[in-house]
């Protein structure tokens, strides 16, 4: 007769590898909690009268105007922020840019050198 074909056996697959550390603080660090969504949602709400935002913010989130800003400031640079409230987080970035560059002041068309200096 003729041969006989060996009959493969398949390799067991052992499972994925649990992932490290480093992929679960980053898989935490792209997932919103529920007062990074509540804050994001606060922020997207129109307020009629001053003071009224304050309120809320310590009303509903327990926070001081100054830990929520700190929290909002934080959120902008997420991508789950972005994911989250597209429009607003835009807005906002577009904003802080605008603030940083007014801070800044205007650009020196004429830098200062050492020479430039001297001769005054």
Known sequence: MGTVAAMSHPTPVSPDPAPDEGARARARRDEL???????????????????AKDHAVRERLGLSPTAYYQV????????????????????????????????????DPAPSTPASRQEN
Do not use: F, I, Q
């Open 72 to 107: 909002l400031n934080g959120l902008l640079d997420r991508e789950a922020a972005l994911a989250y409230r597209p429009l607003l987080v835009t807005r906002l970035l577009r904003k802080r840019g605008t603030r940083s560059r007014a801070r800044r002041g205007p650009a």
């Open 33 to 51: 909690t529920d007062l990074e969504r509540a804050v994001l949602d606060l922020e997207a709400a129109t307020w009629r009268y001053g003071g």
